[in-house]
C-alpha cells in the first residue's frame, strides 16, 4: 500500500476527514503529475527561493532538494538564474499569470522545449508573496510545428523559386497568391493581382477556354492547355503555356494553382517559320509548298464538283540577262513589281505562286479554256508594260504555258510537268506568248526532260563531278570542315546547277543512285587524303528526303565508311527539315546514323515546316540557318530578331549553329556577335574543286 494513502485510516471529524483527502490528492497529484512544479518564496528584492518543488523537478533536472531555501542565485549557474529571475520579476511587476517557452537541458544532457506558467499568490497587502511555476515538456509539439514550418517552406521554395508564374485562387477565381515570377510574366504588382479575378488576366477571346479549364479544375481534374494568350500591363500580348491543379484540402477542392510558363517567343517563332515556310521571302508571295497545298486542295475540291482546273506556268524572258547587266539587287525590284503585278489580278478563283527564280504559277478554279485565255492574256500584258526600274523604263515579256485538270493529268507533278513543256514549246517558238499543252507536244523535248534523260547516263558517262565548301570555325578561324557540293557538266547545257537538277533526281528517283555515289566518292577521297598524310577533315554530305528514307541508306554508309576506313566523327549528314516530316520514320533513321557516329544537320533551317521544339525530339547536332535568313539580317530587322531567337533556342538545346551562304563582312559580324558557331559562304571562298582545296586548306600531318 503506498504510504501516501494510509493517512486515510486516521479517525477524525468529517471537516479534518475532507482536509486530509485533500492534501491526500494534492500530494498524489503533485507526485504522479509528469509537469515540474516549483513553488518560490518572493521576498524583497525581488530575492526568489525555493519553497518546493515535485519529484518530477527534482528528477528531471538539475535542481536538487538541497536547493530548498537558496536563491535562484545561489542555485542555479548565473545565465539560467538571471534568465529565469526576468520571469520572476515580470510576475511581481505584473502580479498576474505569465507564461513563457524556453530549452530546457535534462541532467542527461537531453535539451527539451518546455513551457512554464507562473502564478503569483498574493497576500492581502497586494502583495507578490509566492509564486508556483509549473514547467510542461512540450518538446513533441514544438518539433512537430517546426516540421510543419519546414514542410510548409519546401512548399513554398516550390512556387517562390519557381521561374514559372505560379498563382493560387480560391474556388471563385479570387487570386490569393502569387510569386515573384508571375510579376515579372505580366507586369502587374502582387499588390494588383492578389483579390482580382484570374479571368481577367486572359484575352477577351480565351475566356470561355479558360472558364472551361477551370471548371474542370475544381472538380479534380488537373488541367493543361498551351497558347492561351494573356495581358501584360503594357499591352502585350503573351502566350502562355498554362498548368492547372486542384488544391485538395480534407477531400475537397478549395481552390486552384495556376502554373503558367511564358513560351511566346517559342510560339511567335514557330508561327513565323511556318509563315516563311509557305511564303517566298523575296516576294512575299505564297511559294511553293504553298502551291502544293492549295492544288490538292483545288483538284479536290473540282473532283466534287465535276469542275476543271487550269495551272499556268509563267517565266519571265531574258530575265537572266536583265539581271546579269543591271545587278542582282534591280533583279529582284523587278521581280518584286511582277509579284505585284500577277497579284495584283484579283479574283476569288485566282491565285498566285512563286515558283522559283524568275518562274511564277498560276492557279484558277472553276476553270475553262476561254477563262484560261482570257486570265493568261491579261497576265502576259501585265508584264509586258513598262517596268521603273532606277528611273529608267524596261521591257520585257512572259512565257506561259497551261495545263487543265483532269484533261491533262490528276495529281500535281503531272500538271506542272505539262504547263511545263507547254512553257517550253512558247520558248521555242519565240516567247511572249501562251499555249495550253497537248498531247502531240512530245514531252521528251522540255527541258526537265532533257534534263532526266541526262543524269540517267551522267555517273557512267564522268560528268559528275564533287567541289568542296569550306566552313569556318567562328571561336578558331580554322576551317577543318567542308561541304561536298555536287556538280555536272552537261556535254551540251554545260553546266547545270544542282538546285536545276536535284529536285529532277529526286522526283524520279535518279537520285538513289547519284547520292551513293556522291557518299562512295567523299569516302574514297577521304581515304585518299589519308594516305596523303593530310590532317583530317570533317566532310558534310548532303542527304535529299527521298535518299535519308531510302531502305538502304545506312547499309551504303557504313560500307562505304568500312571499306575506306574513315572514321565516323569526320562524317556529317546534311538532311533537310522536309525528310523530317514522317517523324517515326526519320527519327528511326537518326538514331540509326547516330549509332553508327557520324554528325547530323539539318540544313537550310528556316524554309521548312519544322518547329525547334519539333527537332528537339531528334538526335540533332548542328543547324544550319539557311541562307535567305542571313541575306536579310542586316536589311530586316524581323528577320534579325528571327534569327537572333533561333539561334538562342537553338544553342539552348546544345546544337552547334552554322550560318549559310555569309557573303559579306557585315553579315559575319552579326553572326560572330550572336556567338554562331560555324560559317560558310561566298565571303571565305567559293565551292571549290578538289585540287584547289587542298592547296589552300589542307595542312600535313606532322611527325
Ligand atoms: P545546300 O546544301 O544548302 O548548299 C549550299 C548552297 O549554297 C550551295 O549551292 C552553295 O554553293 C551555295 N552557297 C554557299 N555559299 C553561298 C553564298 O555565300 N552565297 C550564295 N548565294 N550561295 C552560296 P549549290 O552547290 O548550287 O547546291 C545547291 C543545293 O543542291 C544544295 O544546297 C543542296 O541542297 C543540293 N545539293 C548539292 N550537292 C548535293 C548532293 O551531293 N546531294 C544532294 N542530295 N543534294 C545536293
Ligand atoms: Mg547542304
Ligand atoms: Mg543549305
Same mark, same amino acid.
Given at each position: 500500500?503506498?504510504?501516501?494513502?494510509?493517512?486515510?485510516?486516521?479517525?477524525?471529524?468529517?471537516?479534518?476527514?475532507?482536509?486530509?483527502?485533500?492534501?491526500?490528492?494534492?500530494?498524489?497529484?503533485?507526485?504522479?503529475?509528469?509537469?515540474?512544479?516549483?513553488?518560490?518564496?518572493?521576498?524583497?528584492?525581488?530575492?526568489?527561493?525555493?519553497?518546493?518543488?515535485?519529484?518530477?523537478?527534482?528528477?528531471?533536472?538539475?535542481?536538487?532538494?538541497?536547493?530548498?531555501?537558496?536563491?535562484?542565485?545561489?542555485?542555479?549557474?548565473?545565465?539560467?538564474?538571471?534568465?529565469?529571475?526576468?520571469?520572476?520579476?515580470?510576475?511581481?511587476?505584473?502580479?498576474?499569470?505569465?507564461?513563457?517557452?524556453?530549452?530546457?537541458?535534462?541532467?542527461?544532457?537531453?535539451?527539451?522545449?518546455?513551457?512554464?506558467?507562473? $502564478?503569483?499568490? /498574493?497576500?492581502?497587502? +497586494?502583495? !507578490?508573496?509566492? &509564486?508556483?511555476? *509549473?514547467?510542461? =515538456? %512540450?518538446?513533441?509539439?514544438?518539433?512537430?510545428?517546426?516540421?510543419?514550418?519546414?514542410?510548409?517552406?519546401?512548399?513554398?521554395?516550390?512556387?517562390?523559386?519557381?521561374?514559372?508564374?505560379?498563382?493560387?485562387?480560391?474556388?471563385?477565381?479570387?487570386?490569393?497568391?502569387?510569386?515573384?515570377?508571375?510579376?515579372?510574366?505580366?507586369?502587374?504588382?502582387?499588390?494588383?493581382?492578389?483579390?482580382?479575378?484570374?479571368?481577367?488576366?486572359?484575352?477577351?477571346?480565351?475566356?470561355?477556354?479558360?472558364?472551361?479549364?477551370?471548371?474542370?479544375?475544381?472538380?479534380?481534374?488537373?488541367?493543361?492547355?498551351?497558347?492561351?494568350?494573356?495581358?501584360?500591363?503594357?499591352?502585350?500580348?503573351?502566350?502562355?503555356?498554362?498548368? $492547372?491543379?486542384? /488544391?485538395?484540402?480534407? +477531400?475537397? !477542392?478549395?481552390? &486552384?494553382?495556376? *502554373?503558367?510558363? =511564358? %513560351?511566346?517567343?517559342?510560339?511567335?517563332?514557330?508561327?513565323?517559320?511556318?509563315?516563311?515556310?509557305?511564303?517566298?521571302?523575296?516576294?512575299?508571295?505564297?511559294?511553293?509548298?504553298?502551291?502544293?497545298?492549295?492544288?490538292?486542295?483545288?483538284?479536290?475540291?473540282?473532283?466534287?464538283?465535276?469542275?476543271?482546273?487550269?495551272?499556268?506556268?509563267?517565266?519571265?524572258?531574258?530575265?537572266?540577262?536583265?539581271?546579269?547587266?543591271?545587278?542582282?539587287?534591280?533583279?529582284?525590284?523587278?521581280?518584286?513589281?511582277?509579284?505585284?503585278?500577277?497579284?495584283?489580278?484579283?479574283?476569288?478563283?485566282?491565285?498566285?505562286?512563286?515558283?522559283?527564280?524568275?518562274?511564277?504559277?498560276?492557279?484558277?478554279?472553276?476553270?475553262?479554256?476561254?477563262?484560261?485565255?482570257?486570265?493568261?492574256?491579261?497576265?502576259?500584258?501585265?508584264?509586258?508594260?513598262?517596268? %521603273?526600274?532606277?528611273?529608267?523604263?524596261?521591257?520585257?515579256?512572259?512565257?506561259?504555258?497551261?495545263?487543265?485538270?483532269?484533261?491533262?493529268?490528276?495529281?500535281?507533278?503531272?500538271?506542272?510537268?505539262?504547263?511545263?513543256?507547254?512553257?517550253?514549246?512558247?520558248?521555242?517558238?519565240?516567247?511572249?506568248?501562251?499555249?495550253?499543252?497537248?498531247?502531240?507536244?512530245?514531252?521528251?523535248?522540255?527541258?526537265?526532260?532533257?534534263?532526266?534523260?541526262?543524269?540517267?547516263?551522267?555517273?557512267?558517262?564522268?560528268?559528275?563531278?564533287?567541289?568542296?565548301?569550306?566552313?569556318?570555325?567562328?571561336?578558331?578561324?580554322?576551317?577543318?570542315?567542308?561541304?561536298?557540293?555536287?556538280?555536272?557538266?552537261?556535254?551540251?547545257?554545260?553546266?547545270?546547277?544542282?538546285?536545276?537538277?536535284?529536285?529532277?533526281?529526286?522526283?524520279?528517283?535518279?537520285?538513289?543512285?547519284?547520292?551513293?555515289?556522291?557518299?562512295?566518292?567523299?569516302?574514297?577521297?577521304?581515304?585518299?587524303?589519308?594516305?596523303?598524310?593530310?590532317?583530317?577533315?570533317?566532310?558534310?554530305?548532303?542527304?535529299?528526303?527521298?535518299?535519308?528514307?531510302?531502305?538502304?541508306?545506312?547499309?551504303?554508309?557504313?560500307?562505304?565508311?568500312?571499306?575506306?576506313?574513315?572514321?565516323?566523327?569526320?562524317?556529317?549528314?546534311?538532311?533537310?527539315?522536309?525528310?523530317?516530316?514522317?517523324?517515326?520514320?526519320?527519327?528511326?533513321?537518326?538514331?540509326?546514323?547516330?549509332?553508327?557516329?557520324?554528325?547530323?544537320?539539318?540544313?537550310?533551317?528556316?524554309?521548312?515546316?519544322?518547329?525547334?521544339?519539333?527537332?528537339?525530339?531528334?538526335?540533332?547536332?548542328?543547324?544550319?540557318?539557311?541562307?535567305?535568313?542571313?541575306?536579310?539580317?542586316?536589311?530586316?530587322?524581323?528577320?534579325?530578331?528571327?534569327?537572333?531567337?533561333?539561334?538562342?533556342?537553338?544553342?539552348?538545346?546544345?546544337?552547334?549553329?552554322?550560318?549559310?551562304?555569309?557573303?559579306?563582312?557585315?553579315?559575319?559580324?552579326?553572326?560572330?556577335?550572336?556567338?554562331?558557331?560555324?560559317?560558310?559562304?561566298?565571303?571565305?571562298?567559293?565551292?571549290?574543286?578538289?585540287?584547289?582545296?587542298?592547296?589552300?586548306?589542307?595542312?600535313?600531318?606532322?611527325?
Amino acid at each position: 500500500m503506498d504510504e501516501i494513502t494510509k493517512i486515510l485510516h486516521i479517525d477524525g471529524n468529517e471537516e479534518e476527514q475532507r482536509n486530509k483527502i485533500e492534501q491526500i490528492m494534492c500530494q498524489i497529484l503533485l507526485k504522479h503529475v509528469t509537469d515540474l512544479i516549483y513553488v518560490m518564496k518572493v521576498e524583497s528584492g525581488p530575492i526568489f527561493s525555493y519553497l518546493f518543488m515535485n519529484e518530477m523537478a527534482i528528477n528531471q533536472t538539475k535542481v536538487s532538494p538541497t536547493y530548498l531555501g537558496k536563491t535562484l542565485q545561489a542555485a542555479l549557474d548565473k545565465s539560467l538564474a538571471t534568465h529565469l529571475q526576468h520571469h520572476y520579476e515580470f510576475v511581481v511587476k505584473h502580479k498576474d499569470t505569465h507564461t513563457f517557452q524556453d530549452k530546457v537541458t535534462l541532467p542527461n544532457g537531453e535539451e527539451i522545449y518546455g513551457e512554464s506558467i507562473l $502564478t503569483p499568490i /498574493i497576500d492581502e497587502h +497586494n502583495q !507578490v508573496k509566492y &509564486i508556483v511555476s *509549473i514547467t510542461r =515538456d %512540450i518538446s513533441k509539439s514544438v518539433l512537430e510545428k517546426q516540421r510543419l514550418l519546414e514542410s510548409e517552406q519546401r512548399y513554398k521554395s516550390l512556387v517562390d523559386q519557381n521561374l514559372d508564374a505560379v498563382l493560387s485562387v480560391d474556388e471563385n477565381g479570387v487570386i490569393l497568391n502569387v510569386n515573384e515570377s508571375t510579376c515579372s510574366l505580366i507586369g502587374w504588382d502582387t499588390i494588383d493581382l492578389v483579390d482580382s479575378l484570374i479571368f481577367s488576366i486572359f484575352h477577351a477571346h480565351e475566356k470561355t477556354a479558360f472558364e472551361l479549364i477551370f471548371a474542370e479544375t475544381l472538380k479534380g481534374f488537373p488541367q493543361e492547355k498551351i497558347g492561351l494568350s494573356i495581358h501584360h500591363k503594357n499591352g502585350n500580348e503573351i502566350i502562355g503555356h498554362v498548368k $492547372t491543379i486542384p /488544391i485538395v484540402i480534407d +477531400n475537397r !477542392v478549395v481552390g &486552384i494553382y495556376l *502554373i503558367v510558363k =511564358d %513560351i511566346t517567343d517559342q510560339q511567335k517563332l514557330d508561327e513565323m517559320l511556318k509563315f516563311m515556310a509557305f511564303h517566298d521571302h523575296l516576294t512575299g508571295l505564297p511559294n511553293r509548298s504553298s502551291l502544293r497545298e492549295n492544288l490538292m486542295k483545288s483538284i479536290k475540291s473540282a473532283k466534287e464538283k465535276n469542275e476543271k482546273v487550269a495551272l499556268m506556268y509563267i517565266d519571265l524572258d531574258r530575265f537572266k540577262f536583265l539581271n546579269d547587266s543591271l545587278g542582282h539587287n534591280m533583279g529582284d525590284v523587278l521581280l518584286k513589281d511582277v509579284a505585284i503585278r500577277l497579284s495584283n489580278i484579283e479574283d476569288d478563283v485566282y491565285s498566285v505562286y512563286r515558283q522559283g527564280g524568275d518562274e511564277f504559277i498560276v492557279l484558277l478554279k472553276s476553270a475553262s479554256r476561254v477563262k484560261a485565255t482570257t486570265y493568261a492574256t491579261r497576265i502576259l500584258e501585265e508584264i509586258s508594260r513598262p517596268f %521603273i526600274l532606277d528611273g529608267e523604263e524596261y521591257y520585257i515579256s512572259g512565257s506561259l504555258g497551261i495545263s487543265l485538270f483532269p484533261n491533262d493529268g490528276e495529281d500535281i507533278e503531272t500538271l506542272i510537268k505539262c504547263a511545263d513543256t507547254a512553257l517550253y514549246r512558247v520558248k521555242e517558238r519565240g516567247r511572249g506568248h501562251f499555249q495550253f499543252y497537248s498531247k502531240d507536244m512530245h514531252a521528251g523535248s522540255s527541258y526537265a526532260m532533257t534534263l532526266e534523260t541526262g543524269l540517267r547516263t551522267a555517273i557512267e558517262r564522268n560528268e559528275l563531278q564533287l567541289y568542296f565548301q569550306p566552313q569556318i570555325d567562328l571561336n578558331t578561324r580554322q576551317t577543318t570542315s567542308f561541304e561536298a557540293l555536287l556538280r555536272w557538266n552537261h556535254p551540251t547545257l554545260g553546266f547545270v546547277s544542282p538546285g536545276e537538277f536535284i529536285p529532277i533526281a529526286e522526283e524520279t528517283g535518279i537520285i538513289i543512285s547519284i547520292g551513293e555515289w556522291v557518299i562512295k566518292e567523299v569516302c574514297e577521297r577521304m581515304r585518299e587524303w589519308n594516305s596523303q598524310n593530310y590532317q583530317p577533315v570533317t566532310i558534310a554530305v548532303n542527304l535529299s528526303p527521298k535518299q535519308f528514307l531510302q531502305a538502304n541508306i545506312l547499309e551504303v554508309i557504313q560500307s562505304e565508311m568500312e571499306r575506306n576506313g574513315i572514321q565516323p566523327s569526320t562524317l556529317e549528314f546534311e538532311i533537310t527539315e522536309g525528310s523530317m516530316q514522317d517523324s517515326k520514320e526519320a527519327l528511326d533513321v537518326l538514331n540509326r546514323l547516330k549509332e553508327v557516329g557520324v554528325g547530323i544537320a539539318v540544313d537550310d533551317f528556316g524554309t521548312g515546316f519544322s518547329s525547334l521544339s519539333h527537332l528537339q525530339h531528334f538526335p540533332i547536332d548542328t543547324l544550319k540557318i539557311d541562307q535567305s535568313f542571313v541575306r536579310e539580317v542586316l536589311s530586316d530587322k524581323k528577320n534579325a530578331a528571327i534569327t537572333t531567337t533561333i539561334i538562342h533556342l537553338a544553342q539552348s538545346l546544345g546544337l552547334t549553329v552554322t550560318a549559310e551562304g555569309i557573303e559579306t563582312k557585315e553579315q559575319l559580324v552579326f553572326f560572330e556577335k550572336m556567338k554562331c558557331d560555324k560559317a560558310q559562304g561566298f565571303y571565305f571562298s567559293k565551292p571549290l574543286p578538289e585540287k584547289e582545296m587542298i592547296d589552300r586548306y589542307f595542312k600535313r600531318k606532322t611527325v
